[in-house]
């Protein structure tokens, strides 16, 4: 049992990745308590830096969007209301055109300063004709001058509207008229130079500031930036720009629809650039001093954590001078010498364990093998274990392992398989064979010794041995075996003898009935187990009262012997004697066991005694009577039974010689049958005189023969302990055409009837050991469903009654003939004579 095997080699490292991180963790330099404080402190400020940095960015992205969006809402406003005011300029003078009073030849000053005074932001009104020269004009002369300068400049453009900002900063918008689809003439108008100045001061802006310029760059009011290449489309978006006046400002500028102008909202972009690193300033300058301040507690805090376990580590002790600032560390020295303290105690205890042991281990009578490697080559053995392998060394091959049979090579042993799976191997039957010893059982088990990394380094293996306790076994499973024959045993004289028994037990209110108990109890054909109460309910009402004062009385005098007869009340007149030997402790019943047997004869005779008791001088004489009425019935009886005797043995020898030939032999059979007859009459009446002199019924006698019977033939199993009566009965159904099996006593028969399952059973009643009530209630438990047919010298009521619990079909009282036993077999026929 300790065959070397050396264990499967590990896999390499290079499998395994985990491992080779786990060894270059190892080999990395294990950072200094300050470190992880500063660490900590850096990861929990640092994000929190970052997150109010990006809140103040994201805070100074809304509030340009903000600005911006204002800027642009200004923007557009005041480009919206340039565009109504140029379109309604426009409008007017598209229906001045219209008026017929512009016709050449009529005069035109008058209308033009009429509608010059609808309109207060016109300056003047003129007329002027394809090549810029004025036609009429309200205003003055170097206006008008200045006026036919710009028009011819922008004659042949052919431009659908002028507007445009003369050099005396009055704004031209002017009209062209077509005649045949050529330029004809202009219609205008010259703006008032405060007029769009005061449109632009009067624009919403809130603290933005509106300005109009051309697309050329030239300033026409309010506030104009100076930004966009000339006669190009403003960029979109927000825009930080100079302004005329020399700051910078964030700048947006939207495109009017009637003229190459453009509007402009304007906000200095210092005061907005200013505040914004202002906010920036103070995120970063409250981060740092956090961080600061958070570096320094770290570094304050850590240096009065490691100076005190830098002493622990080092000398294992706290510091002896100066109180320990942290409560945790405090606890934890205290704890340390505690645990100094307690290893000390578990080293004492560690060492009184291994000397107890190391004690247990060679003193147990259990044997146990110690494998202080994996691979089973080292072995320590107990003296026990030496024992049972007979010899500290056995030589190779001289013992051997067996499980069920099987021999165990030395790597399937418990201790070598413990070690070789590295895991308990559960407690297993072997057998020790030895040359030249007995073989020896044992019970084996063993468990392997884990290292570090949970790899077998040994194992620990005890066997015990059995061998008593198998043979043990053995000789008590040869007493169960006896013991369930004796059982049988008794359960058959039970079954014959019309006996029970039963056992009670106070204190569980447990009874146990045999099946011959139950029976007679009228509960059940088989054992049963319940209370007291199932006993005294099979008890007849009328002796309940004096059966549990009979016993009452005889527990409270601590009887050992009780005997009770009573009735049972499942069944008409059956007496029972109980005869129960009881058992105390502590002045308490503790059990009572009982035999019951039927006393409904005997107590039917102690009734017959009582009364020839009280009639005893008339039963003497009517005795005397009887007496010589019986002489003289034996001295008829005998003389009428010589008779057909005489008859009977004549025939026989005429029968044996085979003198006469065949018509004496038929002359022989018919005198026998006849004498047979007469006999049989001479017996019924016998038995009636008898039973009358007992004073009970008549006996039945054969069913009339109103039924010629089956001829069909049968397979007939006969069971009858008489040879003669057996062979005889065994011919006179083979004439019959039947096919017979027989057999000599009740076993064999319900053995062989078990066995063929015949269609018709005949069965005599008394027979020994197994009777013929016995076969057919077992015949009929184990589902046999032919005919039974009994046969019996009685034929009282009683007995037919029997045989019908039973389970008999018909009923034949001896000497049989073969018209009986046809009519018996008639499944069509009552049986049971009438």
């Given at each position: 049992m300790n065959a070397v095997h050396p264990p499967a080699a590990p896999r390499s490292a290079a499998l395994r990745p985990h491992v080779a991180l786990r060894r270059l963790l190892q080999r990395w330099p294990a950072p200094s308590l300050r470190s992880y404080f500063v660490a900590v402190i850096l990861l929990a400020s640092v994000p929190i830096a970052l997150v109010l940095a990006w809140r103040e960015a994201s805070e100074a992205a809304q509030n340009r969007a903000r600005v911006d969006a204002g800027l642009q809402a200004a923007a557009l406003a005041l480009a919206q209301q340039a565009d109504r005011e140029l379109r309604a300029t426009f409008d007017a003078l598209a229906a001045l055109a219209d008026a017929p009073a512009l016709r050449e030849g009529a005069p035109r000053l008058p209308l033009l300063r009429a509608r010059q005074r609808m309109q207060p932001a016109w300056a003047s009104v003129f007329l002027a004709d394809d090549e810029g020269a004025v036609l009429a004009d309200t205003g003055d002369a170097a206006a008008a001058d200045r006026l036919s300068a710009r028009l011819r400049g922008a004659t042949g453009s052919g431009a659908a509207r002028l507007v445009a900002r003369l050099p005396s900063g009055q704004v031209l918008a002017a009209l062209p008229?077509?005649?045949?689809?050529?330029?004809?003439?202009?219609?205008?108008?010259?703006?008032?130079?405060?007029?769009?100045?005061?449109?632009?001061?009067?624009?919403?802006?809130?603290?933005?500031?509106?300005?109009?310029?051309?697309?050329?760059?030239?300033?026409?009011?309010?506030?104009?930036?100076?930004?966009w290449p000339a006669h190009q489309p403003p960029p979109a978006g927000l825009q930080r720009l100079a302004l005329d006046d020399g700051p910078a400002a964030l700048a947006a500028a939207r495109e009017l629809r009637d003229a190459d102008w453009l509007a402009t909202s304007s906000a200095l972009a210092e005061p907005l650039e200013q505040a914004e690193r202002a906010r920036m300033l103070q995120t970063v300058a409250t981060t740092g001093a956090s961080l600061l301040l958070g570096v320094s507690l770290a570094l304050l805090l850590a240096l009065q954590v490691t100076r005190p376990l830098g002493a622990l580590a080092l000398r294992g002790q706290p510091p002896q001078t100066g109180r320990l600032a942290v409560r945790e560390i405090a606890l934890l020295c205290e704890a340390l010498a505690a645990a100094q303290r307690a290893d000390r105690v578990a080293a004492d205890q560690l060492q009184r364990r291994a000397d107890e042991f190391e004690a247990l281990f060679h003193g147990s009578p259990i044997g146990l093998a110690f494998a202080r490697d994996s691979a089973c080559v080292q072995v320590q053995c107990n003296p026990a274990m030496d024992a049972l392998l007979g010899a500290a060394a056995p030589p190779a091959g001289s013992l051997g392992v067996f499980q069920a049979g099987r021999r165990l090579e030395p790597g399937q042993q418990p201790l070598q398989q413990a070690c070789r799976t590295g895991g308990p191997v559960p407690a297993t039957e072997l057998e020790l064979r030895r040359v030249g010893a007995p073989v020896l059982h044992v019970v084996a088990s063993a468990v392997p010794l884990h290292d570090a990394e949970g790899r077998a380094r040994g194992g620990l293996s005890?066997?015990?041995?059995?061998?008593?306790?198998?043979?043990?076994?053995?000789?008590?499973?040869?007493t169960h075996r006896a013991l369930k024959a004796q059982q049988a045993l008794v359960e058959l004289a039970q079954d014959v003898g019309e006996a029970g028994v039963l056992e009670f037990r106070f204190r569980a209110d447990a009874l146990v009935c045999s099946a011959g108990m139950a029976r007679l109890l009228g509960l059940a054909p088989r054992p049963l187990q319940g209370r007291l109460r199932d006993w005294l309910a099979a008890v007849a009402p009328e002796d309940l009262p004096g059966l549990r004062a009979q016993l009452a009385a005889a527990l409270a005098h601590r009887r050992t012997r009780v005997q009770l007869d009573f009735r049972v009340a499942a069944s008409s007149g059956r007496w029972l004697s109980l005869r129960l030997a009881c058992q105390y402790l502590d002045d308490r019943p503790l059990q009572m066991v009982g035999l019951a047997v039927d006393a409904t004869g005997l107590k039917r005779a102690e009734r017959r005694h009582r009364r020839a008791a009280v009639q005893e001088h008339v039963g003497r004489r009517e005795a005397q009577a009887e007496s010589r009425a019986k002489d003289a019935f034996l001295l008829m009886l005998g003389h009428e039974l010589r008779n057909p005797l005489g008859a009977i043995a004549g025939a026989a020898e005429v029968l044996r010689s085979g003198a006469g030939g065949p018509v004496l032999a038929r002359r022989a059979v018919a005198i026998v049958q006849r004498q047979t007859q007469q006999l049989t009459e001479l017996l019924?009446?016998?038995?009636?005189?008898?039973?009358?002199?007992?004073?009970?019924?008549?006996?039945?006698?054969?069913?009339?023969?109103?039924?010629?019977?089956?001829?069909?033939p049968r397979r007939v199993l006969l069971v009858d302990d008489h040879a003669d009566l057996r062979e005889a009965t065994a011919a006179l159904l083979a004439h019959a055409g039947h096919t017979v099996r027989s057999a000599a006593d009740g076993a064999a028969g319900l053995a062989l009837l078990l066995a063929e399952w015949p269609e018709v059973a005949v069965v005599d009643i008394g027979m020994p050991g197994m009777d013929g009530l016995t076969l057919a209630r077992r015949a009929r438990a184990a589902g046999y469903a032919g005919r039974l047919v009994a046969v019996s010298g009685y034929g009282r009521p009683r007995a037919l009654q029997a045989a019908r619990q039973a389970g008999f079909d018909a009923y034949l009282v001896k000497p049989l003939d073969g018209a009986a036993l046809a009519r018996a077999m008639d499944a069509r026929l009552d049986g049971f004579p009438r």
């Amino acid at each position: 049992m300790n065959a070397v095997h050396p264990p499967a080699a590990p896999r390499s490292a290079a499998l395994r990745p985990h491992v080779a991180l786990r060894r270059l963790l190892q080999r990395w330099p294990a950072p200094s308590l300050r470190s992880y404080f500063v660490a900590v402190i850096l990861l929990a400020s640092v994000p929190i830096a970052l997150v109010l940095a990006w809140r103040e960015a994201s805070e100074a992205a809304q509030n340009r969007a903000r600005v911006d969006a204002g800027l642009q809402a200004a923007a557009l406003a005041l480009a919206q209301q340039a565009d109504r005011e140029l379109r309604a300029t426009f409008d007017a003078l598209a229906a001045l055109a219209d008026a017929p009073a512009l016709r050449e030849g009529a005069p035109r000053l008058p209308l033009l300063r009429a509608r010059q005074r609808m309109q207060p932001a016109w300056a003047s009104v003129f007329l002027a004709d394809d090549e810029g020269a004025v036609l009429a004009d309200t205003g003055d002369a170097a206006a008008a001058d200045r006026l036919s300068a710009r028009l011819r400049g922008a004659t042949g453009s052919g431009a659908a509207r002028l507007v445009a900002r003369l050099p005396s900063g009055q704004v031209l918008a002017a009209l062209p008229l077509y005649r045949d689809g050529q330029l004809h003439q202009w219609l205008g108008v010259r703006f008032e130079a405060r007029w769009w100045p005061a449109l632009v001061a009067a624009a919403p802006a809130d603290a933005a500031l509106p300005g109009l310029m051309t697309q050329a760059g030239e300033a026409l009011a309010g506030t104009a930036p100076r930004a966009w290449p000339a006669h190009q489309p403003p960029p979109a978006g927000l825009q930080r720009l100079a302004l005329d006046d020399g700051p910078a400002a964030l700048a947006a500028a939207r495109e009017l629809r009637d003229a190459d102008w453009l509007a402009t909202s304007s906000a200095l972009a210092e005061p907005l650039e200013q505040a914004e690193r202002a906010r920036m300033l103070q995120t970063v300058a409250t981060t740092g001093a956090s961080l600061l301040l958070g570096v320094s507690l770290a570094l304050l805090l850590a240096l009065q954590v490691t100076r005190p376990l830098g002493a622990l580590a080092l000398r294992g002790q706290p510091p002896q001078t100066g109180r320990l600032a942290v409560r945790e560390i405090a606890l934890l020295c205290e704890a340390l010498a505690a645990a100094q303290r307690a290893d000390r105690v578990a080293a004492d205890q560690l060492q009184r364990r291994a000397d107890e042991f190391e004690a247990l281990f060679h003193g147990s009578p259990i044997g146990l093998a110690f494998a202080r490697d994996s691979a089973c080559v080292q072995v320590q053995c107990n003296p026990a274990m030496d024992a049972l392998l007979g010899a500290a060394a056995p030589p190779a091959g001289s013992l051997g392992v067996f499980q069920a049979g099987r021999r165990l090579e030395p790597g399937q042993q418990p201790l070598q398989q413990a070690c070789r799976t590295g895991g308990p191997v559960p407690a297993t039957e072997l057998e020790l064979r030895r040359v030249g010893a007995p073989v020896l059982h044992v019970v084996a088990s063993a468990v392997p010794l884990h290292d570090a990394e949970g790899r077998a380094r040994g194992g620990l293996s005890a066997v015990m041995d059995i061998t008593p306790l198998k043979t043990a076994l053995a000789d008590l499973e040869r007493t169960h075996r006896a013991l369930k024959a004796q059982q049988a045993l008794v359960e058959l004289a039970q079954d014959v003898g019309e006996a029970g028994v039963l056992e009670f037990r106070f204190r569980a209110d447990a009874l146990v009935c045999s099946a011959g108990m139950a029976r007679l109890l009228g509960l059940a054909p088989r054992p049963l187990q319940g209370r007291l109460r199932d006993w005294l309910a099979a008890v007849a009402p009328e002796d309940l009262p004096g059966l549990r004062a009979q016993l009452a009385a005889a527990l409270a005098h601590r009887r050992t012997r009780v005997q009770l007869d009573f009735r049972v009340a499942a069944s008409s007149g059956r007496w029972l004697s109980l005869r129960l030997a009881c058992q105390y402790l502590d002045d308490r019943p503790l059990q009572m066991v009982g035999l019951a047997v039927d006393a409904t004869g005997l107590k039917r005779a102690e009734r017959r005694h009582r009364r020839a008791a009280v009639q005893e001088h008339v039963g003497r004489r009517e005795a005397q009577a009887e007496s010589r009425a019986k002489d003289a019935f034996l001295l008829m009886l005998g003389h009428e039974l010589r008779n057909p005797l005489g008859a009977i043995a004549g025939a026989a020898e005429v029968l044996r010689s085979g003198a006469g030939g065949p018509v004496l032999a038929r002359r022989a059979v018919a005198i026998v049958q006849r004498q047979t007859q007469q006999l049989t009459e001479l017996l019924d009446r016998l038995l009636d005189s008898a039973q009358a002199a007992d004073g009970g019924p008549a006996p039945a006698r054969h069913p009339p023969g109103d039924g010629a019977g089956s001829d069909a033939p049968r397979r007939v199993l006969l069971v009858d302990d008489h040879a003669d009566l057996r062979e005889a009965t065994a011919a006179l159904l083979a004439h019959a055409g039947h096919t017979v099996r027989s057999a000599a006593d009740g076993a064999a028969g319900l053995a062989l009837l078990l066995a063929e399952w015949p269609e018709v059973a005949v069965v005599d009643i008394g027979m020994p050991g197994m009777d013929g009530l016995t076969l057919a209630r077992r015949a009929r438990a184990a589902g046999y469903a032919g005919r039974l047919v009994a046969v019996s010298g009685y034929g009282r009521p009683r007995a037919l009654q029997a045989a019908r619990q039973a389970g008999f079909d018909a009923y034949l009282v001896k000497p049989l003939d073969g018209a009986a036993l046809a009519r018996a077999m008639d499944a069509r026929l009552d049986g049971f004579p009438r």
